[in-house]
């Protein structure tokens, strides 16, 4: 069981604007940075959110993050066909002293 | 870029061995070097890293049976997880937590991924 908890599943048809969500606690989200990322089965995971709203280079503007006390959001906006994947939300808990994944949120583009 | 190698298959109660080899920069980079793993239909699973001068984190649960370290003259970092069981079969991902136009470290923001590689557990 993951400490930080996101909803299984979620769907939007393209255009839409989708918002995934994590839950977490006083040790990791409250008080540390929320990462995100998205997973293409077969593939790398791709980081798209750090710092609960920064983007790197190269990620498009339609992702965005945010957080609020335990919880943290990502928002994908205009969605398209190939936003089709697993996203994962990510932060350091200071009582395991390690880093905890979400159960992840698989996405389909309807 | 990273790449992960190694055996892709392992016996039960034997020893997982991975290898990350890292190019296009150096180990030394103030980065760290991070295994994740993926079990058959389930998530995202850190398992541990390390940092060129010899600090590692570790998963609680993988504590015991985990050892990560860095070779630095073949710029490569490594895996090793004793005593695997079935629940050990994933596809492992090695990556890099860290990034030049990100001075300041955000712990678990991992920015480069290798491709990942099975390895199954099986008798």
């Known amino acids: 069981q993951s400490l930080l908890t996101q909803p299984p599943s979620a769907s939007a048809t393209p255009g839409q604007r989708v918002t995934l969500s994590c839950s977490g606690g006083r040790s990791n989200i409250e008080t540390l940075p929320v990462n995100w990322y998205q997973h293409v089965p077969g593939a790398a995971p791709k980081l798209l959110i750090f710092?609960?709203?920064q983007r790197p280079s190269g990620v498009p503007d339609r992702f965005s993050g945010s957080k609020s006390r335990s919880s943290a959001s990502l928002v994908i906006s205009d969605l398209q066909s190939e936003d089709e994947a697993d996203y994962y939300c990510a932060a350091w808990d200071d009582s395991l002293n390690a880093v905890a994944f979400g159960g992840g949120t698989k996405l389909t583009v309807l | 870029q990273l790449q992960e190698s190694g055996p892709r298959l392992v016996e039960p109660s034997g020893t997982l061995s991975l290898t990350c080899t890292a190019s296009g920069g150096s180990i030394y980079n103030p980065y760290w070097w991070a295994w994740v793993r993926q079990a058959p239909g389930r998530g995202l699973e850190w398992i541990g890293q390390?940092?060129?001068?010899?600090?590692?984190d570790y998963n609680p649960s993988l504590k015991s049976r985990v050892t990560i370290s860095v070779d630095k003259p073949n710029n490569r970092f490594s895996l090793k997880l004793s005593y695997v069981t079935a629940a050990d079969t994933a596809v492992y991902f090695c990556?890099?937590?860290?990034?030049?136009?990100?001075?300041?470290?955000?712990?678990?923001?991992?920015?480069?991924w290798g491709p990942g590689t099975a390895v199954a557990v099986s008798s």
């Open positions: 990556a890099r937590e860290g990034s030049p136009a990100r001075p300041n470290r955000v712990r678990g923001a991992f920015d480069v």
């Open positions: 390390t940092f060129h001068r010899g600090s590692s």
């Open positions: 710092s609960n709203d």
